[in-house]
């Protein structure tokens, strides 16, 4: 039996997302064993790109942030790239989504520009985590706690700043996860 076997994880991201911050860490939810959904504002593909500037792959979402509801999923992915994260952030679906998700306590993994939208979410207040660096403010002004480290944990929370950090932020979602589901199997 695979380590997050049935798992189920929401993926969420729109056109713009940093390309190995969605596609690496799925990957390895997948080897895990867990199912992973990607949501998006909209259906159809969204476009993937590098340092926010060359285009890359694009992935097709497998549904839409409408309608989705927390008790649908175990845990929710946020990869960043700023043109993804400041757009999901103003949307009052991926919003509501955010606040559902924490108040039922699952974890969230968290990478680059995508604490955001936990900013915009107002999920912030009282929490550390990391991010890329230049939303630090954000994550202040938002009353949280940013220190600059490679993979934050804080309670239901992993955060990592940025592409090159994938290698120690996959296993600590994947430990973060695997925690959870143990926990919902007692």
């Not at 991926?94 to 995508?114: D, N, S, T, Y």
């Amino acid at each position: 039996m695979s380590e997050l076997s049935g798992f189920r994880v929401a993926a969420l991201a729109t056109d713009g997302f940093e390309e190995p911050e969605l596609t690496e860490p799925v990957k390895a939810l997948r080897e895990a064993g867990a199912r992973v959904t990607i949501l998006s504002p909209r259906p159809g593909e969204i476009q993937g790109v590098r340092h926010d500037i060359d285009k890359t792959i694009k992935v097709k979402a497998d549904g839409t942030v409408k309608g989705a509801r927390a008790e649908e999923f175990d845990a929710v992915l946020l990869p960043g790239g700023a043109l993804n994260a400041d757009a999901m952030r103003m949307v009052p679906e991926v919003q509501a989504f955010l606040r559902e998700m924490q108040g039922a306590g699952k974890p969230f993994a968290v990478i680059c520009h995508a604490p955001w939208e936990l900013v915009s979410a107002g999920l912030v207040r009282g929490r550390t985590l990391t991010s890329y660096h230049t939303i630090q403010d954000d994550v202040r002004n938002a009353g949280g706690r940013w220190v600059d480290r490679e993979v934050v944990e804080d309670g239901n929370w992993v955060t990592s700043r940025q592409p090159g950090d994938i290698p120690a932020f996959n296993p600590a979602m994947i430990r973060l996860f695997s925690r959870s589901l143990t926990a919902a199997r007692r």
